[in-house]
């Protein structure tokens, strides 16, 4: 069973940040949060990850709170592109972990 | 160039036939994965191979045999198909050592059983 809580879906308008928030309330000391995301019909792709520490790249950053109990993936200029379903999965960093994916968040961006 | 490949990219058979699908990565990691997303969308994992040798084998008929001829490449043979075998099949790879250690996954086989 995943360890983490999405809601269903969500809209954002086309330009604006979009903010995608999950419950890891169980996540343990050595475990991560990692985000991916699968548009329609392809592969999920790798997003970000971090651990205590707020987390930015090209495509997006990521919030933890303090108590790690749950995290806020945000894309700061959504564009229509980024309509997908977004997965929030806490993992070890090492090893052949696999992924437990939930029912993520479908994200639909507006224009 | 393509990281993680998979052929064919669709497979439409009928019940009771054997098929086989074909990963291939061409990133050098040392393990890679099947996965399976039904018709409720859900993916879940069936197997992980590192460095050839099956590491992760959740509860899956053993009608689906995983087969790692090297470390770039790894392949999923299904015997005597059933309907409820219609779905769509990822493959993925990842260096297990990496300072990331995120899983490429290819585009996906789409199997239909009839």
């Known amino acids: 069973d995943a360890k983490t809580t999405q809601p269903p879906s969500m809209d954002c308008a086309e330009g604006r940040a979009a903010n995608l928030p999950c419950n890891h309330s169980?996540?343990?000391?050595?475990?991560?949060v990692y985000w991916y995301r699968q548009i329609h019909s392809q592969g999920p792709q790798y997003i970000i990850h971090?651990?205590?520490n707020n987390e930015t790249n090209e495509m997006a950053s990521l919030i933890i709170t303090e108590d790690r109990k749950s995290s806020t993936l945000i894309l700061p200029h959504a564009t229509l592109r980024d309509t997908a379903v977004y997965y929030c999965?806490?993992?070890?960093?090492?090893?052949?972990?696999?992924?437990?994916f939930g029912q993520g968040t479908r994200l639909t961006i507006n224009p | 160039d393509t990281a993680v490949s998979q052929t064919p990219k669709y497979l439409v058979t009928q019940m009771g036939n054997d098929k086989s699908i074909k990963c291939e990565q061409n990133?050098?990691?040392?393990?890679m994965y099947w996965y399976k997303q039904d018709s409720k969308k859900f993916l879940k994992i069936m197997f992980s191979?590192?460095?050839?040798?099956?590491?992760i084998n959740e509860t899956v008929p053993n009608r689906f045999s995983p087969k790692s001829p090297d470390k770039a490449h790894l392949n999923l043979h299904i015997n005597s198909l059933e309907l409820g075998d219609s779905a769509v099949y990822f493959c993925?790879?990842?260096?297990?050592?990496?300072?990331?250690?995120?899983?490429?996954f290819g585009p996906g086989t789409r199997l239909t059983v009839l």
């Open positions: 993925a790879s990842s260096q297990t050592s990496g300072r990331v250690n995120e899983q490429f």
């Open positions: 169980t996540i343990s000391g050595n475990e991560y």
């Open positions: 971090g651990l205590k």
């Open positions: 999965i806490v993992r070890v960093l090492q090893g052949a972990q696999k992924l437990v």
């Open positions: 990133l050098g990691h040392d393990t």
């Open positions: 191979y590192n460095n050839k040798e099956l590491i």
